[in-house]
């Protein structure tokens, strides 16, 4: 009857077991899908604000002319290439 009692709890002990594992395994892939979904919203955000910005510049461009853009466009684009070739010639 001891034999008996001792298998059956090897038997319950595995199963507990399993079940903790299951229970891990389940609460991880629950962290990663939450992960997942912050992520997602978080590029949904960040689509918007360029889409706002994008609809932004173009009014812009529409009501300040598009020689006048184009010249500032360019010069902040010669500036940051200047910056940039200029701190690799320096370090």
């Known amino acids: 009857m001891n034999d008996q009692n001792e298998r059956r709890l090897e038997t319950l002990s595995g199963q507990v077991s399993s079940l903790k594992n299951v229970t891990y ?19 949904s955000g ?11 510049f173009f009014r812009v ?19 940051i ?3 940039y070739y200029a701190s690799k010639w320096f370090f």
């Open 46 to 56: 960040l689509s918007n604000s360029v889409k706002k910005s994008t609809e932004n």
């Open 61 to 79: 461009v529409r009501s300040a002319g598009r020689r006048r853009i184009m010249t500032m466009v360019l010069a902040i684009v010669g500036s």
């Open 25 to 43: 395994d389940i609460y991880s892939r629950a962290n990663d899908y939450t992960r997942i979904d912050r992520a997602t919203e978080s590029f």
């Open 81 to 83: 290439l200047i910056i």
